[in-house]
Structure formats: structure tokens, C-alpha cells
């Protein structure tokens, strides 16, 4: 059996990286008594990947961790022990099975991401926010009409010049934060700063005096190939469950049917 942790990051484990959180949930399954499968060889290790690792100082309400199970387990339970040994700023939101096939994995099919972005009184606390000013409204329409934003995208080995603006699904002002909605994963991935490092640049100020934080809301896939829609990774999940018990309880029927030959 496979499944999919949706959990929260929030508070002081914000600054704790995608290593040490591996390594906590790791424990957490062995304290939870979770019947999570190894790898092989001679040095085995539990079957877990997580879709879109989060970023050091970010917090998230949607964050995914596939694993897989030795055998069946209601997922209701085990997410509710799971919680039971997580700490202050990690939280479990639900559990949900998920197709075997590889197709299926968070890290696949991930496309794009939600944030909100607040405005900080400082960079020293991101508890202390402010209202986002009226006049950006305007800015932010002013900003995405553009043709194209091109900015310098920065990787370990090189710096090149991006256009961001097809990565930029959605971009909304509202008093208490800007919501974005971007895209992610392996093909195309944008990450907040950068568009809103963009934003400030756009609208005359310098980036590095006007502090952000940044909150993931949720990662999702796209609904099916070919259309627009977005389905966030546990309801996926789901959906995707649900259709593949749909087509094994069809099959199983259509075999049940007498054949011509028989009638």
C-alpha cells in the first residue's frame, strides 16, 4: 500500500531544512508504529519522498510526503498516532492512499503551488505584519499586463536571465497579503522571492528593504492532461484512489458477465 501525508510547518520549525525534517518523520514513523517498508540491500532505508521540499523560513499549511506501506492500515489511525508523536510546529493534516504506480508520486505530478505573502513591520520578526498598501493594487495589475518580466534567475552553477511571467499563474492583492499562485515541480518551478524581488523592483523600491514572509498555502497537480484545472496533492491522491477502485470494481464486473459463447 501507498499513501500520502499532508502536513503543516509552522512556528520555530520553520527554520529547521528539508534534511532534518526527513530525518524527524523518520523517527516519528518508528515512534507511531507506522509499518512503513524498507529498501533493500545492505544499507535499508524507509520508502518515503516528499514532492516539493519546502524552503528554509517558509511555512506551509500544505506540505506532502508519499511512503510506502508494508501492509494495508486505515489511514484515519494512523494519521491520528502520527500526531501524537509529532512535535510543536509540525501537524499532520490527513492521510491518504494513492495509486502504486509510479505516475502517481508526489514529486511526478506536482505543478504548481499557492502562497500568501504578508508585509513585515521587520525583518527580525515575521509575526509583526502590516497592511499591504492600497496603491499596489494598481501596481500588481500594472505588473502582470506586462509582456514579459525578466529577471535573473540564480542556480549553484549559473545565473541566467528568465522571463517569469508564463510561471506566473495568478497574482492578487488583498489588505492583509498578496496571493500568488505559481508554478512548481520539476519542469517549471518559481519560488515567491522572486517574484515578488521582481514586484518591488517594478514599483521603485529596493527588495532588500522591504521584508516579506513568505506561507505556503498548498501544492497541486494538474487535474487531467490537457485542461487548466489544479487539484491540491491529497485530493489527487483521492480522486485518483477512488477512479482506479472505480475501474478494478468495473472490470471485476465486466468478468462477471456471461460471454456470448456461454449464453
Not at 500526531?83 to 508520486?105: A, F, L, R, T
Not at 496603491?135 to 535573473?152: A, C, G, N, P, R
Request: charged share 30%; glycine share 6%; aromatic share 8%.
Amino acid at each position: 500500500m501507498k499513501a500520502r501525508i499532508k502536513f503543516r510547518k509552522y512556528g520555530i520549525m520553520r527554520f529547521i531544512g528539508h534534511l532534518d525534517v526527513m530525518r524527524f518523520f523518520q523517527k516519528a514513523m518508528r515512534r507511531a508504529g507506522i509499518p512503513i517498508a524498507f529498501t533493500g540491500g545492505y544499507s535499508p532505508h524507509m520508502i518515503m519522498s516528499f514532492a516539493q521540499p519546502l524552503g528554509v523560513g517558509i511555512t506551509s499549511d500544505g506540505e506532502y510526503l508519499d511512503i510506502e506501506l508494508k501492509e494495508a492500515v486505515d489511514c484515519a489511525k494512523a494519521a491520528r498516532r502520527l500526531n501524537e508523536v509529532m512535535v510543536e510546529g509540525i501537524d499532520v493534516v490527513n492521510m491518504v492512499p494513492i495509486p502504486e504506480d509510479k505516475k502517481c508520486s508526489g514529486m511526478t505530478i506536482v505543478a504548481a503551488a499557492s502562497y500568501r505573502v504578508t508585509l513585515l513591520e521587520s525583518a527580525k520578526s515575521a509575526e509583526i505584519t502590516k497592511e499591504i498598501p492600497a496603491s499596489w493594487k494598481t501596481k500588481i495589475e500594472e505588473f502582470m499586463v506586462q509582456e514579459s518580466i525578466v529577471v535573473l534567475k540564480k542556480t549553484k552553477r549559473s545565473e541566467t536571465e528568465t522571463d517569469i511571467k508564463p510561471m506566473i499563474y495568478q497574482m492578487q492583492w488583498n489588505v492583509d497579503g498578496i496571493e500568488l499562485f505559481l508554478a512548481a515541480g520539476s519542469e517549471q518551478n518559481l519560488k515567491p522571492d522572486l517574484v515578488m524581488g521582481a514586484f518591488i523592483g517594478f514599483v521603485g523600491e529596493e527588495p532588500e528593504r522591504v521584508p516579506f514572509h513568505y506561507h505556503r498555502l498548498d501544492v497541486y497537480a494538474k487535474c487531467k492532461e490537457g485542461t487548466d484545472g489544479f487539484l491540491p496533492l491529497d485530493r489527487f491522491g483521492l480522486q485518483e484512489h477512488e477512479n482506479e477502485q472505480k475501474r478494478s470494481q468495473d472490470q471485476c464486473y465486466e468478468n462477471l458477465r456471461p460471454s456470448e459463447d456461454s449464453i
